[in-house]
């Protein structure tokens, strides 16, 4: 040990004095000198010393302690070593002016005389705040070399110090200025140890009463935060206890990160607080950057609300970054080239911590970063490698340690361009690229995140792809990550929100927000902010809530120039936003006490895309009806009070399926809050398509699906109405396709390839028979109808074949099979009408024979040029024939949009009229046959004769004249949700309409007693010669055998 001349010790000494009945205290600090040989005889001495003090005569002193903080040694080397004795650490004066000596008990000065004092551990400091009520503040206030200002500190710090050197161990007290509002005195005070809580409570209100004046006090010391070991581990938990020696409560936590504002600390998903009445704790489950910074710890007692008692604690995380790697070039290429040279960056946050940074292989890496734009650094290596013929690719590794040995790395795999590679070439500032892989770019300078984008293709030339972006608007992203902190449990969501809420007012009113990312950042908000106040229990305040801020940006996310942006670049079927849209939306709104606030401005509450309704049975002065471009109203609720939410253009952002089903759903969502078990009757304006279901549906959260779960749809009476019996967010789903009837596709081939046969057929039998029925001119007229209705039949059946794909059919193909079957339908119904037509003059005028060449002239007519001007003039007023407008390219067939819309009236009007003309004909026809023979009859047997020749009249005449056409109108009129009906008119229209050819074969040639007999002729004198020719020969071989 080094030998030492003299000891200087620096005592602190506590003096109660007593003057005009009143004692108070005052700390001195003293620095003795002594001979190294009277050390040990001079703290002996201190250790019982008690002296009295006489200051005058009204007053006098007590020494009660004294004790030594410092003890330091001069060296015979001209140095002096100082330490703090157990209890002490060193002043702030000392860590300013010998920073090495600020952690260490002992330190070594070269000053011959040095300032080295040891203050207590426990020292209390007091900063507060007195304003003088009353008082006026004037300019010479401000200034503090002023004779007032010198006047008023003195003034009350005489008034200060007098009542708060009643505390024990009392050091200094000292106004540090003087500012506006009233007139406001800053001031501090230390004490060297902790004193009463109560009596400093007692004393403060002392001051507030005699001097008329008001104090807000912080103190530090009285609570204690005890130190943890630092560095914390990087993605670690730590606790941090704040403890508190007295009986104080309302214990609240903040944290403040450099010089950023502080913020409360609250549950959440990393932070948590548990207090009890020793001492309140946080935990931190997750150590990251965000935690890095000064805890601070406030207590108050439940006698002032005025006086904070506080503790601090700084948090230092060893850090690990986020570390995003890049090359130059993106796609090295070895054409023309033997080496490659590539710079790879290692893009970090920029931090105080201090990393070391390795690289893989033979790079050549620089330790020093190199700052970047918007917060960041970046650490690079130069790469070197030879172009051989098989290198696809390089590998890079960079590596980051921090001060404890924790490490985190990427790799960046660097595709290499080889001479046969195939390469998409530079455009719009994408660089080179080798096919099947992607390139990156960097966002703009006020946005956060990267542009990518695909280079495909084999050969020689690659195509680039779509520009898939993930750019996020600096301002949203920063608005996120306020939103996350108060996730986190950084912050206190009630005073942060109206904030956050009119920032995001803000950004959704600009043009940037109409991509994806930047839309997918403004839901992550809302539903970020939700999640928060769950956590935090919080139920927002209508009436200091800034309601309408929030309604805005709900609504402003669902402007229809948005639709587009709502699902990433080739994923048409991601609806997981809007449904965390919903959610979020819906869960504010419901934690929102808007029907017990006592006044609600209900245009706030209407918005462009949102609208909000507080129903109550009991006021009919509230709306009770949406607007009209919304499409939705609640027609009846049970529920006494209830918040009706309607959002515009979300339906279609949410999924369209139920059960497995593809539906199309309504723009419109219907969300409600009142009583769960309560019924409700909505009405939708949605558009709903012939023969499509309707599905009246709330979302199901549990399942995560649409469910149709105790909602009923009202039918084709009530297309437009659904009821259910309890209260959610609903919507209205069509189902994308028409009901399908089984086996109907299979009965309709089957039966129009019957029918081409059948008609076929009846056309040879015709070209048979021709001349054996053909023997006057009514039989002429009839079976030259039937031929032609027989050819326009077949033409048409023929043509509904040929195009069952029409897909996979030639370019206009199509299009000439619905102008063929247009008119051919048409004609054949032309034909019954002619053969109508003949039947009637027939029977109305006995004996009035019609010419032959006006009636065929006449059916020619009809038959062919009255269709072909009605499918000229339908082709042309139907933009010309093209498709979605004259024709279907699904279907190939004209086009049904509603009633009494569409082209398909141009086929159908012409048809009903022709049908109810025939059935007139078949009445009157069968009123002759009644008129002719009732007059006869005179038993039963005539009667049913009677009966049956009716019954065969209606079976031979109507599928010639085409009345099972007639069932095409109820088809028409019923739809097809209307079961079992419809589905039974439905398959009998099928059935007898693609059988009709057949009909057609055994009514009009096999029905007739002519054309059976001519058949049987035809083919007995067949039969008859071929007969005869067998048994010549059979005679005659004989003969010449002999």
Not at 620 to 638: A, H, K, L, M, Y
Not at 1009 to 1030: I, P
Request: charged share 15%; net charge neutral.
């Amino acid at each position: 040990m080094k030998s030492c001349t003299e000891f200087i010790l620096i005592l602190l000494g506590l003096f109660f004095k007593a003057s005009s009945g009143e004692k108070s205290t005052q700390v001195y600090y003293i620095e003795v000198h002594i001979e190294a040989g009277a050390y040990n005889h001079f703290t002996d001495l201190i250790s019982t010393l008690t002296l009295d003090v006489n200051e005058s005569v009204n007053s006098s002193a007590t020494v009660q302690n004294i004790s030594i903080t410092t003890e330091c040694n001069r060296l015979n080397t001209g140095t002096v070593n100082c330490s703090c004795n157990s209890g002490y650490s060193w002043s702030e004066e000392v860590c300013q002016n010998y920073s090495q000596c600020c952690n260490q008990n002992e330190c070594m000065f070269n000053d011959p005389n040095p300032r080295a004092m040891c203050l207590s551990n426990n020292k209390v400091f007091v900063n507060g705040s007195f304003t003088v009520l009353g008082k006026p503040f004037t300019s010479s206030l401000a200034d503090p070399g002023s004779q007032q200002y010198k006047e008023f500190v003195q003034t009350y710090t005489s008034r200060l110090e007098s009542v708060y050197s009643t505390l024990g161990w009392f050091d200094s007290l000292k106004i540090t200025g003087l500012r506006k509002g009233s007139v406001i005195g800053d001031f501090v005070m230390l004490l060297t140890a902790p004193f009463e809580v109560a009596q400093f409570e007692r004393t403060t209100t002392h001051l507030e009463k005699n001097n008329s004046a008001g104090f807000n006090i912080i103190v530090t010391g009285i609570t204690s935060i005890p130190q943890i070991q630092q560095p914390i581990p990087y993605n670690n938990n730590v606790s941090i206890t704040c403890c508190k020696p007295e009986k104080l409560n309302k214990p609240t936590w903040s944290f403040q990160k450099d010089a950023q504002p502080s913020q409360d600390i609250t549950n959440g998903t990393e932070a948590s607080v548990i207090s009890n009445s020793q001492n309140s704790t946080v935990y931190i489950s997750k150590t990251t950057e965000v935690w890095k910074g000064t805890f601070t710890c406030d207590y108050k007692s439940d006698q002032s609300d005025s006086i904070t008692y506080r503790a601090s604690l700084y948090l230092d995380i060893a850090l690990l970054p986020q570390i995003f790697i890049v090359s130059e070039p993106q796609f090295p290429s070895c054409k023309g080239q033997t080496n490659l040279d590539i710079t790879v960056q290692c893009i970090i946050p920029n931090t105080t911590e201090n990393y070391t940074v390795t690289w893989s292989g033979n790079e050549q890496g620089n330790n020093k970063p190199e700052p970047l734009q918007n917060g960041l650094i970046s650490y690079q290596a130069l790469i070197s490698a030879s172009c051989e013929k098989y290198l696809e690719r390089v590998d890079v590794t960079c590596e980051f340690v921090n001060r404890l040995n924790q490490k985190t790395n990427t790799t960046l795999h660097i595709p290499v361009i080889q001479e046969n590679s195939t390469v998409c070439k530079p455009h719009n500032g994408w660089p080179l690229a080798k096919a099947n892989f992607t390139a990156i770019k960097f966002c703009d300078p006020n946005a956060v995140g990267l542009q990518k984008r695909s280079c495909t293709g084999y050969g020689i030339s690659g195509n680039w792809g779509n520009v898939i972006s993930e750019c996020v608007n600096r301002d949203l992203r920063d608005l996120l990550n306020d939103a996350m902190d108060l996730q986190r449990g950084l912050g206190i969501v009630e005073k942060n929100a109206n904030s956050i809420f009119n920032r995001l007012k803000q950004s959704t009113e600009q043009k940037i927000i109409n991509t994806f990312p930047n839309v997918n950042a403004s839901v992550d908000i809302l539903a970020r902010m939700h999640d928060a106040s769950n956590i935090q229990k919080c139920k927002w305040n209508y009436t200091k809530f800034h309601f309408q801020d929030f309604l805005s940006s709900s609504s402003n996310l669902l402007n229809s120039s948005l639709n587009g942006s709502w699902r990433p670049v080739g994923n048409d079927g991601n609806y997981t936003l809007a449904l965390k849209y919903l959610r979020a939306v819906e869960g504010i709104i419901h934690q929102t006490n808007l029907i017990t606030a006592p006044t609600t401005d209900m245009s706030q509450l209407q918005q462009d895309n949102v609208q909000i309704i507080i129903y109550s049975k009991s006021d009919t002065s509230t709306p009770q009806r949406f607007s009209s471009d919304f499409g939705v109203s609640v027609t009846e609720i049970s529920s006494t009070l209830s918040v009706q939410t309607a959002f515009k253009n979300l339906g279609s952002k949410l999924p369209n399926t139920l059960n497995d089903k593809e539906t199309v759903p309504s723009e419109t969502v219907l969300s409600i809050i009142g009583d769960k078990k309560a019924k409700i009757s909505v009405e939708y304006n949605q558009k709903r398509l012939p023969n499509h279901e309707m599905y009246c549906v709330y979302w199901d959260d549990v399942n995560s699906q649409w469910s149709e779960k105790g909602c009923k749809w009202g039918g084709v009476l009530k297309q437009n109405v659904c009821t259910c019996d309890h209260l959610s967010a609903f919507t209205i789903l069509m189902a994308k396709h028409p009901i399908d009837l089984k086996y109907m596709e299979e009965l309709t081939y089957a039966g129009l390839g019957f029918s081409i046969v059948s008609l076929t057929l009846c056309l040879v039998i015709e070209f048979l028979v021709w001349n054996a029925v053909v023997k006057t001119n009514i039989a002429h007229f009839r079976h030259t109808v039937l031929v032609n209705i027989t050819v326009c039949l077949l033409i048409a059946h023929c043509s509904f074949l040929a195009a069952p794909v029409p897909s996979a059919s030639p370019p206009n193909w199509c299009l000439a099979l619905t102008v063929m079957k247009h008119f051919c339908f048409l004609a054949a119904f032309f034909w019954t009408l002619c053969l109508s037509l003949g039947l009637l003059h027939q029977v109305i005028f006995v004996f009035v024979h019609l010419r032959k060449k006006v009636y065929l002239g006449l059916c020619f007519s009809l038959g062919y040029i009255c269709p072909l001007v009605i499918v000229v003039v339908t082709f042309i007023t139907y933009d010309n024939g093209s498709t979605k407008s004259y024709y279907s390219g699904e279907t190939c067939w004209l086009i049904y949009e509603a009633a009494l819309k569409g082209s398909i009236l141009a086929f159908l009007f012409p048809v009903f009229i022709i049908v109810f003309v025939n059935m007139f004909t078949m009445v009157v026809v069968i009123s002759r046959i009644l008129k002719s023979t009732l007059l006869e009859v005179s038993s039963h047997d005539d009667a049913k004769e009677v009966a049956q020749s009716i019954v065969k009249t209606i079976v031979l005449l109507t599928p010639t004249l085409g009345i099972t056409w007639i069932l095409g109108l109820l088809v028409l009129m019923l739809d097809l949700t209307t079961a079992p009906y419809a589905q039974i008119v439905n398959y009998a229209f099928t059935f007898f309409n693609s059988f009709q050819g057949f009909f057609i074969l055994l009514t009009g040639c096999f029905g007739e007693k002519k054309v059976r007999d001519a058949l049987l002729k035809c083919f007995g004198q067949q039969h008859s010669m071929n007969y005869k020719s067998e048994s010549t020969i059979g005679l005659t071989s004989p003969a010449n055998r002999k």
